[in-house]
């Protein structure tokens, strides 16, 4: 317990208040540069007459804005059911028990679609054939998931992986071209998949559609995306809400094999120390 004048402080009001401003500031990050402010603002503007025409004892104008403040929790649910949602996501993807020994128990049999026996090697080559005809192509490597929900937006395939096959489903003539590709399980799991297009306002001007929609999926899932731009021919490849562009071919077979097995097995490594400690 502390003292700071007439105020006594204690290590549960630091915790408190620490907690508190993590979510004050995820809000922050969720509502910067979105329509959603404004709509904030309305809200407490709202808020700031109501508490100011009953300091004033205007009781008619006090029971309609009453009315309205009283449905406003719902109202806010309703409207701001995207930046809630996002919120939660950011919440369960730094949350420690996303990767829990608990979770391992639970899901153990479903937790890695693409941790073992997945070759790279057709992904990457199909990827650098595309490039160099500037065929443009999304493909998505599941990994705590095998994102049956974006997979059933699509075409379900359930093929091997081969170079061929990808790349006569990303040709311009193709049916199947207008989409993501979803690799789980070390198949291809679907093709022409519908992926949810990122909302953050910080992106760079000069990236496409198929740009936002492959940082919009690793914003809500762990899976990672790679993309062949069809303006330019250049692989990119989207990982945890952020881009890497312009990659070479052994540039993209390095961060493909470090965020799809070495990640993976440092994650096993820290459960294993946890178990014995």
């Keep these: 317990m502390y003292k700071i004048g007439f105020l006594e402080i204690s290590w549960i009001d630091i915790l408190d208040i620490l907690l508190v401003s993590f979510l004050l500031y995820q809000l922050y990050k969720l509502l910067k540069g979105s329509i959603a402010v404004k ?3 309305g809200f407490l503007s709202i808020y700031l007459i109501y508490l100011v025409v009953k300091a004033a004892k205007m009781e008619l104008l006090t029971a309609i804005l009453g009315q309205f403040i009283g449905v406003g929790v719902i109202a806010a649910l309703i409207l701001f059911q995207q930046e809630i949602r996002k919120f939660l996501i950011i919440i369960g993807k730094t949350t420690a028990f996303n990767r829990s020994f608990l979770k391992g128990l639970l899901w153990k049999k479903n937790s890695q679609p693409n941790a073992d026996g997945l ?3 057709p992904v990457i080559e199909s990827a650098k054939i595309l490039g160099g005809t500037n065929t443009g192509a999304l493909i998505v490597f599941a990994k705590s998931s095998e994102l049956k929900f974006y997979a059933e937006s699509g075409d379900l395939m359930d093929a091997l992986i081969s170079k061929r096959l990808l790349i006569a489903i990303f040709q311009k003539n193709s049916p199947l071209h207008d989409g993501a590709v979803i690799i789980a399980n070390n198949r291809i799991k679907a093709a022409r998949c519908i992926l949810p297009v990122s909302e953050n306002t910080d992106l760079p001007a ?5 740009h936002r929609a492959a940082i919009g999926l690793t914003e809500v899932t762990d899976s990672i995306v790679l993309i062949v731009s069809e303006e330019t021919g250049q692989i990119s490849l989207a990982i ?8 070479s071919k052994s540039e993209l077979k390095q961060k493909l094999h470090f965020y799809l097995f070495e990640d993976e097995e440092k994650i096993k490594e820290g459960e294993k120390e946890e178990i014995e400690n």
């Design 119 to 121: 070759n790279l090697n």
């Design 240 to 247: 945890n809400g952020k881009i890497h562009t312009n990659l």
């Design 206 to 210: 000069h990236l496409g559609l198929r």
């Design 39 to 41: 709509i904030f603002l």
